[in-house]
């Protein structure tokens, strides 16, 4: 436990007339990661315990079921170092003071005086009775996300014991590490985390499974669909009744559709003769800048009218509603069936899927490190497209590259990914540098592997989003200036939005300013940046432009980091200083980085857990059968429709109502 030196200023009062609490009863069994099932007494003056331990178990099982962490404070020795008074008090206890050498480092912090604890004294025989009790936190409690606070990580004998079995047995390390969350009845019920359970194993050994075929993949989809009726799937038969392509994805992913389908990747990773799970993506990244999935594909061959099935497939699943950019290998065939199922998507390729090529194509030529550094910089340090053209043709030139057709492709599709011509262009950071299935797919995985594999993948890219929902809503990072728009910042967006806008704040040490242009109420400034290299030394100085009109209170910068990834760039920052504006428009706050948000998609049912249904989850999915039901009677008729809408909307305001 995490032990705190704060003094407390309050001594524990005088023992009362002494309650027993049975000390057996509040053990754990050594078979389970928790026993938690039972509610715990709230803790009363004169509750008297066997020893610390019990008293310590006992408050930490009473802190889990009402949501929150427990640290030990204000420990008191007698002359034989042993303790006699001490606290357990809340975790958020205490006040934030970062012990970080660097403040622009300091990481987040959970913080918040909070006062509750108990004062606990300890008797000459080692037992423990409860003094004093204060209760009342200043945060909110929240029981569902108890697990991942510090002081509730535990690893039971058993846990330990599956891991070191497994792995003697060689099985692989993203399944092993999900084995003891299975033998505990799922991951709401772990009390560790994958971190915790990669320190713990030191090896990785090879799938166990065979070779799997279509059957394995036709039940899979049954079972999920049993578990959600919401689970969606397509197949795709040739003439001879054999499997030629498959669509799925889950009502989860429809949900989460909804908040971030605004840029979406077409990650097509696995489609080559490399790898035996012919696997391909849809990939959007959501509020804490995470790889969310939005549909699978199996597919049997590249051609044009295979991706115009996926497409149309992916796109009735989800309504009819098509992404504003769709990212994508370089690919003609992807082109053509995007142009013809999504004309309204703007498609651009993904620069990381470019610069793997590389390699690839241009490996063999004498002086590929030169034509790889040239390259490089054509793109990192073009600022208007007239000087990316103007670069490339000499790069072309001087290496005598005028033969090379994936070159002269890449020149001629320019801007479909080209830094400087497509900035204006939001794209959320989704560009994918590993694949959503990296940790689940190599070369030899058979599809009857996969597919036992899919769910623990699922499953863990769930349980991350939660944990990273958790600590922006428990904890932030400290801020690094007095602009009262930081702390906007901090109030709205998830820590690691936070943490990118802090970035650019810190980026402001390298910029200067000058005014170019003052006309009424239109500024226009030269901002000068250091901008350093990837090797951290190499440094070159750049100048942007930003312009602000104050009476609108609307501002822009040449880099266009606002316009490309939503949010506020240094440049443009060091103008809100200059010019004292102390809170900005919400427009500057994007609503698909806020943390404050009720998101539907996370109270969707996952259909990837074996475990019991949380009374919310299924609240969620008898209504939703319900107003199914009444949907299907509701469309045959005008006037049916009409009664269904006018009474839902009626309902709606009567909740509304009572819940404000």
Known sequence: MEIDSTPVEEEPAALSSGETVNGSNLDSHESKESSLDTEEPVPKVGMVFNTEEEICDYFKRYAYQQGFGVRKVSTKSDTDRQARYYSLACSRGGKNLSTAKNYLTARPSIKTDCKAKINVIVSSDGGCTISRVFLEHNHALSPKNSKFQ????????????????????????????????????????????????????????????????????????????????????????????????????????????????????FDTTYVTSKYNVPLASFVGVNHHGQSVLFGSALLSREDVDTYVWLFRSWMEFMGGRSPNVVITDQCRLIQIAIAEVLPQSHHCFGLWYIMRKLPEKLGGFPQYEEVRMAFDSILNESMEPGEFDEKWSRMIEYYNLQGNEWLSSLFGDRRHWAPVYVKSIFWAGNQIMNSFFDDYVNSKTSLKQFVELYDSAMKSKIEKE??????????????????????????????????????????????????????????????????????????????YFVRYNEAACDIKCSCS????????????????????????????????????????????????????????????????????????????????????????????????????
């Open 466 to 543: 939660n944990k990273a929902d958790y600590d922006s809503y428990s904890s932030n990072y400290k801020l690094i200036t007095d602009c009262h728009f930081e702390k906007q910042f901090q109030e709205a967006y998830t820590n690691s939005i936070f943490k990118l806008f802090q970035d650019e704040l810190k980026g402001m040490l390298y910029c200067n300013s000058v005014m170019s242009k003052a006309e009424g109420a239109i500024s226009e400034f030269d901002v000068s940046d250091i901008l350093r290299g990837k090797d951290g030394n190499s440094k070159r100085k750049v100048v």
């Open 561 to 660: 980091l606002f316009e490309s990834r939503g949010l506020v760039c240094r440049h443009i920052a060091k103008i809100l200083i200059e010019k004292d504006v102390r809170e900005i428009p919400s427009r500057y706050i994007l609503t698909r980085w806020r943390k404050d948000i009720k998101r539907r998609h996370s109270h969707v049912t996952s259909c990837y857990e074996d475990r019991d249904l949380s009374q919310q989850s299924m609240r969620l999915d008898k209504l939703r059968a319900s107003f199914s039901e009444a949907a299907e009677v509701a469309i045959n008729s005008q006037e049916k429709y009409d009664f269904l809408l006018k009474y839902i909307e009626e309902a709606k305001r009567k909740l509304m109502d009572a819940s404000g």
């Open 150 to 265: 510090r002081s509730h990580w535990k690893r039971g004998n058993y846990s330990k014991r599956r891991l070191e079995l497994n792995d003697r047995a060689s099985v692989p390390l993203n399944k092993n590490l999900h084995s003891p969350v299975i033998g505990i009845a799922g991951y709401v019920n772990s009390l560790f985390g994958d971190k915790d359970s990669r320190q713990y194993v030191a090896k990785v050994g090879q799938f166990k499974l065979g070779i799997g075929d279509a059957e394995a993949l036709r039940d899979y989809f049954v079972r999920m669909q049993r578990r959600n009726s919401n689970f969606f799937y397509v197949i795709d038969m040739d003439s001879e009744g054999r499997l030629r392509n498959a669509f799925w994805a889950d009502s989860r992913s429809k949900a989460t559709y909804e908040y971030f389908g605004d840029v979406v990747s």
